[in-house]
Structure formats: structure tokens, C-alpha cells
């Protein structure tokens, strides 16, 4: 079992940037993978980011270039630090984790609870 808590959302203008944190807990078995996902009110969930044991990363294309996804071992805390905000990025960001390599799929067996980021215009 994993638990995972998210951290850092908030309002930024475009252009801005956040960092998101996702502290797990629990056997660390279960959490060699990492992603990122994305969800807007009446959309299906969007995976953003993942990131593997060996540190190998994958990006959608709408963030690849702007967003980074990092993880830091010793703590189990997994990051997501977004540069050049843009509106279209609002939505509600979990973290998810397995000890599959779902990468972007959406199949991960254990989510956090989420956290809003909004960008204004």
C-alpha cells in the first residue's frame, strides 16, 4: 500500500511558474513508478509526466519543454516543477504511483487526494 499527498497548487498568471510536491508512504515497492496526471470539470484525465526508477522521464507534448518532473529517492517525494504557465494548464493535478511502468496510462493502482492550479490570463 501507498499512501501519496500532494502539495503546492495555487493561483499564478500565465507565463508563471509552481512546483508541485507528492510525498508517498508506504512500501516503496509500490511507488518505483511515478506520474503525473491532469483533470478538468467534464474531461477524461490527462497523463502529464512519468517517471521511472531509473529516472527516465516521459512528457506529454503540450508540456514537454516547460514542465519537469523529478523525484527525489531518499525522501520518496516526487516533483513537478511547471515554468511558462498557461491557462489551458488549469486543472486539478494528481500524483500516482505503481510499481507497474504505466508511464501516461491512466492505470496506476494509487492516486493522491489532488491539487488545484489555476492560471489566470
Known amino acids: 500500500q501507498v499512501r501519496l499527498v500532494e502539495s503546492g497548487g495555487g493561483s499564478v498568471q500565465a507565463g508563471g511558474s509552481l512546483r508541485l510536491s507528492c510525498a508517498a508512504s508506504?512500501?516503496?515497492?509500490?511507488?518505483?513508478?511515478m506520474a503525473w496526471f491532469r483533470q478538468t470539470p467534464g474531461k477524461e484525465r490527462e497523463g502529464v509526466t512519468s517517471?521511472?526508477?531509473?529516472?527516465?522521464?516521459s512528457y506529454a507534448a503540450s508540456v514537454k519543454g516547460r514542465f519537469t518532473i523529478s523525484k527525489d529517492n531518499a525522501l520518496n517525494t516526487l516533483y513537478l516543477q511547471m515554468n511558462s504557465l498557461k491557462p489551458e494548464d488549469t486543472a486539478v493535478y494528481y500524483c500516482?504511483?505503481?510499481?507497474?511502468?504505466?508511464?501516461?496510462?491512466?492505470?496506476?493502482?494509487?492516486w493522491g487526494q489532488g491539487t488545484q492550479v489555476t492560471v489566470s490570463s
Open positions: 517517471i521511472d526508477s531509473f529516472g527516465s522521464r
Open positions: 508506504g512500501s516503496t515497492s509500490h511507488s518505483t513508478y
Open positions: 500516482a504511483a505503481d510499481r507497474i511502468n504505466w508511464l501516461l496510462n491512466w492505470r496506476y493502482n494509487y
